[in-house]
């Protein structure tokens, strides 16, 4: 049966930011093999209060001490994901709409957002094995965005001697949206940084491609290269995934379990109680695939 490794995503119920050890004690009994942590700029009226920085700003290393929380003995197959800003629409502490800015065009603001993710790195006492990050406006070119991600893997590279996974996740109101637009990303990576094809890569989200892609959704999951698909994320506008959802989930896991190497896959839930449900759900769309191709038993 063809398997995955499960990233325990990011639910409400933890401390928010906070350390590993928390999310790890949730994730292991699961059989997870990453917790996400979330490394958004400073996100709500809480964050300003506690850090002193306005809303959207890249932390600084005092916020970064003040909003997550350090374990002492950490496990040593402990492994994680890091979250990076979204920039989706937030309130700021007046109750206006306020969106984080993706620079990926400002090589200074890539040294400062790579710089904010090694304090946090520092902090938790480990480096990720994945970062994921998003593409921004239409101002940010796929060129900007792989020079980026190369700048991140080799700051990495820098600080701790490891390299981690840097993804790209595409969303439906963001500049990489559609399978053809994730194909020419790729594109671009291969032409202009082949040498980090293997460390880079995409996190497939189905339910943006289906927001984006709407009734051409076949095609477009049919147009994003299989050999750029490291991770998944699974779910239905952040609802658990189920049989009756829009998104054509075997025709999805179809593509999964076909990927070469073995597929990552994010429950994007927010609820403790809804991850156990959603694991499942994606262990059974492997499975069934298979089953169907299976020979008669010998
Ligand atoms: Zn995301």
Same mark, same amino acid.
């Given at each position: 049966?063809?398997?995955?490794?499960?990233?325990?995503?990011?639910?409400?119920?933890?401390?928010?930011?906070?350390?590993?050890?928390?999310?790890?004690?949730?994730?292991?009994?699961?059989?997870?093999?990453?917790?996400?942590?979330?490394?958004?700029?400073?996100?709500?009226?809480?964050?300003?209060?506690?850090?002193?920085?306005?809303?959207?700003?890249?932390?600084?290393?005092?916020?970064?001490?003040?909003?997550?929380?350090?374990?002492?003995?950490?496990?040593?197959?402990?492994?994680?994901?890091?979250?990076?800003?979204?920039?989706?629409?937030?309130?700021?502490?007046?109750?206006?709409?306020?969106?984080?800015?993706?620079?990926?065009?400002?090589?200074?603001?890539?040294?400062?957002?790579?710089?904010?993710?090694?304090?946090?790195?520092?902090?938790?006492?480990?480096?990720?094995?994945?970062? $994921?990050?998003? %593409? *921004?406006?239409?101002?940010?070119?796929?060129? +900007?965005?792989?020079? @980026?991600? /190369?700048?991140?893997?080799?700051?990495?590279?820098?600080?701790?001697?490891?390299?981690?996974?840097?993804?790209?996740?595409?969303?439906?109101?963001?500049?990489?949206?559609?399978?053809?637009?994730?194909?020419?990303?790729?594109?671009?990576?291969?032409?202009?940084?082949?040498?980090?094809?293997?460390?880079?890569?995409?996190?497939?989200?189905?339910?943006?491609?289906?927001?984006?892609?709407? $009734?051409?959704? %076949? *095609?477009?999951?049919?147009?994003?290269?299989? +050999?750029?698909?490291? @991770?998944? /994320?699974?779910?239905?506008?952040?609802?658990?995934?189920?049989?009756?959802?829009?998104?054509?989930?075997?025709?999805?896991?179809?593509?999964?379990?076909?990927?070469?190497?073995?597929?990552?896959?994010?429950?994007?839930?927010?609820?403790?109680?809804?991850?156990?449900?959603?694991?499942?759900?994606?262990?059974?769309?492997?499975?069934?695939?298979?089953?169907?191709?299976?020979?008669?038993?010998?």
């Amino acid at each position: 049966m063809p398997g995955a490794d499960y990233i325990y995503p990011n639910v409400t119920e933890v401390t928010q930011r906070g350390g590993l050890l928390e999310r790890w004690r949730l994730a292991e009994p699961l059989g997870c093999a990453y917790i996400e942590i979330p490394a958004d700029f400073v996100k709500n009226k809480t964050e300003v209060e506690r850090t002193g920085q306005e809303i959207g700003s890249i932390l600084n290393r005092s916020s970064v001490e003040l909003l997550y929380e350090q374990d002492t003995a950490l496990p040593g197959n402990l492994r994680y994901l890091l979250h990076t800003e979204p920039a989706i629409p937030r309130r700021d502490p007046h109750g206006r709409q306020t969106t984080a800015n993706l620079r990926w065009r400002d090589p200074g603001w890539v040294a400062d957002f790579g710089d904010m993710l090694l304090e946090i790195e520092d902090f938790l006492g480990i480096p990720p094995e994945i970062i $994921e990050i998003h %593409p *921004g406006d239409r101002r940010n070119t796929h060129a +900007d965005i792989v020079t @980026a991600m /190369h700048a991140l893997i080799a700051a990495h590279w820098n600080a701790f001697g490891t390299e981690p996974l840097v993804l790209l996740e595409h969303h439906k109101d963001q500049s990489i949206s559609t399978g053809s637009q994730i194909r020419s990303f790729w594109a671009t990576l291969k032409d202009i940084h082949p040498e980090i094809a293997g460390l880079a890569g995409i996190a497939l989200d189905p339910w943006h491609l289906h927001a984006a892609a709407k $009734e051409d959704f %076949p *095609g477009s999951l049919g147009e994003v290269p299989p +050999d750029s698909l490291r @991770a998944f /994320h699974i779910h239905n506008d952040l609802r658990p995934p189920s049989p009756e959802d829009r998104v054509p989930w075997p025709q999805v896991f179809g593509m999964i379990a076909d990927v070469s190497k073995t597929p990552r896959i994010k429950p994007v839930v927010y609820q403790k109680s809804r991850v156990p449900a959603a694991i499942n759900f994606c262990r059974e769309m492997l499975a069934a695939p298979r089953a169907a191709y299976a020979g008669p038993p010998a």
